[in-house]
């Protein structure tokens, strides 16, 4: 009989995090893998191997898509029938199969907030106790804006600081391709488009005299 597989904490944790990934053919690259360190066992620390290199980049991938999917996830409460609080429903479109995997962060993050988040594939609702996972969902079963997200919009705008703007490393940070899911980003054509403007007027604008107060102790 053949003698068990053995692999290692670090490529079995990489090989969970490719078999996530959207290629249809990740389940055939992880079992030739396999299959060749069953043979060859000094393989799985090859870190030259043509195959372990691609699962490795389909891992990072995944790996960034479960960090997008964390900092870009945006709720809009929806009133149910005989609930007290509101249901509050996110829409996103993971590049990969991610979403059982990030659900016990989102359970962690916001325990005591009945969710659910709508992607295509994959759906999860939340009820304070029990967690569901379902189909997938169209955009439209998202809510559309509130009021509350106008306040939100409000906020972003007067929080920009147009001198520290780097548009590049923001794109690079926030894809372009999740900007159509993020309320926030309808501001940041017409932000970037004024920061030039408004940092030459900060700069041109004569500095602000500090008022020194002196505590009444030190007066007396």
């Known amino acids: 009989a053949p003698s068990p597989l053995r692999l290692s904490a670090s490529l079995l944790a990489m090989l969970e995090q490719a078999a996530l990934h959207a290629e249809p053919q990740r389940h055939l690259l992880i079992y030739r893998l396999l299959w060749r360190i069953a043979r060859q066992p000094a393989l799985q620390h090859d870190p030259l191997d043509p195959d372990r290199q691609r699962l490795e980049a389909m891992a990072q991938a995944v790996r960034r898509d479960l960090h997008k999917m964390k900092a870009f996830v945006r709720f809009r409460p929806l009133a149910e029938p005989g609930a007290e609080d509101p249901l509050h429903v996110a829409w996103f479109e993971p590049a990969h199969h991610i979403v059982d995997a990030v659900a016990p962060f989102f359970v962690r993050r916001f325990a005591g907030m009945r969710f659910a988040i709508l992607t295509p594939r994959r759906s999860l609702r939340w009820d304070g106790r029990t967690l569901q996972a379902g189909l997938g969902a169209d955009r439209a079963d998202a809510p559309g804006a509130d009021a509350g997200e ?48 408004r940092t030459g007027a900060m700069v041109a604008a004569p500095g602000s005299v500090p008022l020194r107060r002196i505590p009444a102790a030190a007066r007396a």
């Open 150 to 197: 106008a306040l939100w919009l409000t906020y972003y705008a007067h929080i920009f600081n147009p001198a520290r703007l780097k548009l590049q490393a923001m794109v690079n940070e926030m894809p372009r391709r999740y900007w159509k899911n993020l309320p926030e980003a309808v501001l940041i054509t017409p932000l970037a488009a004024q920061a030039t403007a």
